[in-house]
């Protein structure tokens, strides 16, 4: 599943890529992909891409001159984009093999946004969890509204986030999960940012000190901002939309690493089941 750095890695690159330009026609070939609305054509027509912006693993199309008329896109568990232009072709999300660029439309093409210039957007989704819909500027408000910010913005306020861990009870790495209390973090990048904090996955957050908390924002910050840069995580076979593999697996420390020894302290990294997720921590020196 594409984690937060890898849709991240997409909404840039899909920005340089489709932003100006105008819908001439749209094509679904299912109808779940679009939340079963047949006016999707019809509004989207003559409309001009003005911006792509995101909230959490939510990418939000604006479009020139329309207040009220959005594009909400989400990758889910195997959703992936290609930009066609001419022969050239990128593409980004999840899972990508040699069949998926093979043919425009592809097997698991769901929908297919053709523009003015003749160049086109592919939403692929083999699972068909994933969508790209019509909303109002009033179900953007209500999306974004089940978001909490964003360790990876410069402002996060991490004075408020030690403040809050006190209030709950829940362990640590499930209140990481929960994304309307901080947005973005997903199972690798939680338990990587614990290993950098030197704090336990299984700890109670209300047990997490503030100076603790202080560098568990930092480090969920850092590990996220680390992997944008290098384009996200390849194990999943990721390929952004500029065809590059991410390489972020290289800079994992305790995700995956299970039986390895920790490289901080020697111990041997352990993986264990926490919030319903597999778990990876080092029991020597996260505490
Ligand atoms: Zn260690």
């Known amino acids: 599943m594409p984690e937060l750095p890898e849709v991240e890695t997409v909404r840039r690159q899909l920005t340089e890529k489709v932003v100006g330009k105008t819908v001439k026609a749209v094509e679904v070939f299912h109808a779940k992909a679009v939340a079963q609305d047949d006016t999707i054509e019809d509004r989207l027509v003559g409309k001009t891409i003005a911006g792509i912006d995101r909230v959490g693993k939510l990418m939000i199309f604006s479009f020139k ?18 930009y066609v232009d ?23 093409t769901r929908v297919a946004y053709y523009f003015t210039d003749h160049s086109a957007l592919y939403f692929n989704d083999m699972r068909l969890f994933g969508y790209t819909k019509l909303a109002t500027a009033q179900e953007v408000a209500t999306a974004r509204a089940g978001f909490g910010p964003e360790p990876i913005d410069t402002d996060f306020d991490c004075g408020w986030f030690a403040a809050q861990l006190k209030k709950k009870k829940a362990v640590i790495k499930a209140v990481l999960l929960d994304q309307s209390f901080v947005a973005g973090l997903g199972n690798i990048y939680v338990d990587e940012a614990l290993w950098r904090a030197k704090v336990r996955p299984t700890r109670r957050a209300n047990k997490v000190t503030k100076a603790e908390a202080t560098a568990l924002s930092a480090a969920a910050g850092d590990v996220m ?5 290098v384009g996200g995580t390849t194990f999943q076979h990721f390929v952004d939309t500029g065809g590059d593999n991410g390489n972020f697996t290289d800079y994992l420390n305790v995700f995956g690493k299970q039986g390895t020894p920790c490289p901080r302290c020697g111990e041997t990294i352990k993986k264990i089941r926490v919030a319903g997720r597999g778990t990876h921590y080092c029991p020597g020196c996260q505490k």
Do not use: N, W, Y
């Not at 593409?91 to 093979?102: C, K, Q, R, Y």
């Not at 901002?225 to 840069?229: K, Q």
């Open 65 to 82: 001159s329309q207040s009220d008329l959005f594009l909400l896109a989400h990758l889910k568990m195997t959703g992936q984009f290609f």
């Open 86 to 108: 001419g022969e050239v072709v990128s593409g980004g999300g999840h899972s990508m093999t040699a069949a998926d660029v093979a043919e425009f439309p592809g097997r698991h």
């Open 225 to 229: 901002r680390e992997s944008i840069a």
